[in-house]
């Protein structure tokens, strides 16, 4: 009953994004909320490690870079055309796909912080590549590039990446509510139990490694073609940092947290950009955003969506004591 | 030739010796206790046996099979499962999903990914009905963190069965427990015994609960065998007598 509810909630949240670029053609608000879709589909994969798994990785952001700088190379090197564009995609999946297998092999064995800066340096040599490479990436300074027909209306835009979002929240909805899914919860909460009950923890990790990877490569594709450009800041920590606060402000180990979170500070960013006309201290935004991150991991350590289910459930649990009481009584 | 049997076991922490050169066997569908005061090796020997711990020298047989060398994973799927001295369960999950993951495993569902776990509605059925059997079905929404200690305890053992192993490595199932929830467990561990489809060994404090479960006993005194024996001859063992039970049943 209460799933059923929390469903119709979610489609008609989804109704109302897919209907809104008919009744309110703002275009900065459009180009804002595509942002915050793609941010979201990272801040999900990133969540999947995260929040599911309890696998800290400081380097998500080279499968990200992996999708944007795959699809620029192959507009710019190639023809902007769907055949190419549909290459591209092919191409990023079987990339992050492998890269994310060798990482999980080869650290994943590794305790937590060993392997947060083993991700950490992995990504870094994805940024050096990017910057050194210049035959292909134009270093640093990167490049633009044109996207197929279909994909140049903004409005158009928005509703692809929309629909890519839900798509991938229904996938991931799915995937973590499997059975594998379950283990991969457990995993989080006492790897060597989960062993000791005869699952064999690498490969899950590697499987959840996998799957956050391509997905992550995805956004970053739709990324870079939002932009219609492509430089290193793809590669770089802020990426990663971004889907980590994402994720812990909307809500570890929640999959609508990890939206939640992307949206919170997708418009965050835009309105304190906005704000620095009226005083200058907004144009440091970044240290007022710095306290609000503090803030809330003093405070609301579970995020909000977590937050919220716990008010939630222990609502609950407090009128089961009380049934409980009644009945003893 | 025993179900389980080991060889010389050691295992060596830097220059303490915490399992000395254990050469034992249990048959099949025995019940074995194992005492000895602490830090006579009782869980190290338990941690060899199911692989949290390789050994330093010796060897583990299971079935005839060398085992000394395999994951606790692959031991759990050959069929020795055992439970924890201190609590090891899944803390935040609910009572219900730490025995269900147990059954899944069992069930062998290791890498269904596309389908709601909800589907396999027997792996839930068959998790309940362990939980009935432990006194935990009251509990099942209730998230193991939140459980008190005994109730812990009791899921600890219910996850252990619900892998269905052949084997049952049970540390301490009591430890920590008040007393009126003692007689619960052993009744859980009677009712096991009484099926007599599984090889039991038991890691016990307290001699007198033992006695009448125990098939043998065997003892454990600064990480050697000391004795192993029927409990009356146990009883009766001078060595034991001094080392150990210091005149407690006499």
Known sequence: ?329 | MGLIETTDLTIAFGGHTAVDRVSFSVDENHFKSIIGPNGAGKTTFFNLLSGQLTPTAGKILYRGEDITKLSPTLRTRKGIGRSFQITNVFPNLTVLENVRLAVQSQAGIRYQMLVSYKKYKQVEAKAVEWLELVLLDNKKETLACNLAHGEKRKLEIAMLLALNTDVLLLDEPTAGMSLEEVPAILEVIRKIKETGDRTILLIEHKMDLIMDLSDSIMVLFNGSLLADGTPEEIMKNETVQSAYLGGVGG
């Open chain 1, 1 to 329: 009953m209460i799933k059923e509810k929390k469903n119709l909630f979610y489609g008609l949240i989804a109704v109302m994004l897919l209907v809104l670029p008919f009744v309110y053609d703002s275009r900065s608000m459009i180009i804002l909320l595509t942002q915050v879709f793609i941010f979201a589909m990272f801040a999900m994969s990133y969540d999947l490690l995260l929040g599911y798994t309890g696998i800290v990785s400081f380097g998500h952001a080279m499968f990200f870079g992996i999708g944007a700088y795959t699809i620029g190379i192959f507009m710019k090197q190639f023809e902007p055309t769907v055949p190419y564009f549909l290459l591209a995609v092919l191409v990023t999946v079987v990339l992050t796909a492998i890269l994310s297998y060798i990482v999980g092999l080869l650290t994943l064995r590794l305790k937590s912080h060993f392997y947060a800066m083993l991700t950490l340096a992995f990504a870094g040599l994805f940024l050096v590549l990017a910057e050194k490479w210049r035959s292909l990436t134009y270093g640093n300074d990167g490049f633009t590039f044109r996207t197929p027909e279909v994909f140049r209306d903004r409005f158009d835009f928005y509703l692809i990446c929309l629909v890519a979002m839900i798509l991938v929240f229904v996938l991931l909805t799915r995937f973590t509510n499997s059975p594998l899914g379950r283990v991969l919860q457990a995993i989080r909460e006492n790897e060597p139990r989960a062993e000791s009950l005869g699952y064999s923890v690498i490969q899950y990790k590697i499987i959840a490694s996998v799957v956050s990877g391509v997905i992550a490569g995805l956004a970053g594709i739709l990324y870079s073609m939002s932009l219609r450009f492509v430089n290193t800041s793809v590669f770089t920590m802020d990426i990663t940092l971004d889907a980590l606060l994402m994720t812990i402000i909307g809500g570890v180990g929640t999959l609508v947290g990890a939206i939640v979170g992307a949206g919170i500070i997708e418009f965050a960013h835009h309105w304190l950009t906005q704000l620095a006309k009226v005083h200058w201290i907004f144009e440091r935004w970044i240290i007022l955003f710095g306290i609000v991150y503090i803030l809330a991991v003093m405070f609301f350590p579970k995020g909000i969506v977590g937050t919220l289910q716990n008010m939630k459930k222990r609502k609950k649990h407090t009128v089961e004591n009380k049934d409980d009481k009644n009945i003893s009584g």
